[in-house]
């Protein structure tokens, strides 16, 4: 595939047991380019979440591909911090990896993915796996970057399922709802990968030695940092594997015929104390308003896993 026929991508990550997945299936992907990383508080510190980055494009032999640091904090929040039991204190399972070698961008993540747009008109797939901070502030800052993304494909948000950070707000979006909102509303096309499809992709002990017999170093990598998320999801009584929530939104970029999705208007609540955070989609139409966000609803989590795995497994890094 030339690099002409590529669809480029823009990730947006908090690395992040699964944002790495996601990202080592983006570059085992023939189909995608992937022309930068921005980085973002949530799943541990923005400080950690950018070296983790950076480690991911040299571990991708791309230290070449730009990684800009981006928001520390929610707009108008504290950071709390919550996704430390998750994914451990570094982000990364508390497995101990060298210091990365490559340096950081050297402009914020906000003014790089404007940057990045504005170069690129129609051609930027941009790929929250994050809280949406970096990118309200560069729809923010420059609006025509609305006009100028070809689309927005994250994850994040619950449409007909309970939340995973509160009974109804899915991690990415109640971690910062008030950029959620903004994101939401930017009028660009959206396209919402939340927990109604991500938990229904597990991946199990089995399906991970599996990878790990490839013995690449993405594969060896994948293994080591996921023993910390199982152990995770098993402490909550999920025994059937663990959600790969962010490959979900890779996939989708990849292969959108994997999913059923509906075009409908969704709000986020950013103001109520309990359920800030939720993702609305006004199934009636009750609210009148014209559709804003593409939901997934299902997936073909047979045919997504079983892309995983030969993507991953024939990949030679
Ligand atoms: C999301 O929250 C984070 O813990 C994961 O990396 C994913 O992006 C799932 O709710
Ligand atoms: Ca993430």
Not at 170 to 188: K, Q, S
């Amino acid at each position: 595939m030339t690099d002409g026929a590529k669809k480029k991508i823009l990730i947006d990550t908090d690395p992040g047991i699964d944002d790495s997945m996601a990202i080592l299936l983006a570059f085992a992907s023939p189909e995608i380019d992937v022309v930068g990383l921005s980085t973002v508080f949530g799943n541990t510190g923005g400080d950690v979440t950018t070296q983790n980055a950076l480690r991911l494009v040299e571990l991708a032999g791309r230290p070449d591909i730009p990684v800009a640091r981006g928001a520390e904090k929610p707009l108008l929040r504290p950071f709390t911090g919550k996704g430390w039991h998750v994914h451990g204190k570094n982000g990364l399972g508390e497995v101990e990896f060298p210091e990365p070698k490559v340096q950081p961008d050297k402009r914020r993540a906000a003014t790089f993915i404007i940057d990045t747009i504005m170069a690129n008109p129609g051609e930027i797939t941009l790929v929250p796996l994050g809280p949406l901070t970096n990118v309200a502030l560069a729809v923010a800052t420059e609006p025509r970057i609305a006009a100028n993304v070809k689309e927005v494909v994250l994850m994040g948000g619950a449409a007909s399922v309970p939340g995973n950070a509160s009974p109804v707000a899915e991690a990415n979006i109640r971690n910062d709802p008030e950029a959620a909102h903004i994101v939401f509303h930017a009028g660009w096309p959206v396209t919402m990968i939340g927990l109604d499809v991500t938990m229904k992709t597990k991946m199990t002990r089995d399906d991970l030695d599996r990878l790990k017999a490839a013995n690449s170093p993405w594969t060896d990598f994948i293994h080591a940092v996921t023993r910390h998320y199982l152990n995770f999801y098993e402490s909550l009584g999920i025994t059937d594997g663990m959600p790969i929530h962010d490959s979900s939104a890779m996939a989708y970029v990849i292969d959108p015929s994997l999913f059923e999705t509906k075009h409908v208007y969704t709000d986020v609540d950013h103001q109520s104390e309990h359920h800030h955070g939720q993702t609305v989609p006004d199934w009636r139409g009750q609210r009148e308003r014209d559709p804003n966000v593409n939901v997934a609803l299902d997936v073909d989590s047979d045919r997504f896993l079983a892309m995983y795995e030969r993507r991953l497994t024939e990949a030679r890094p």
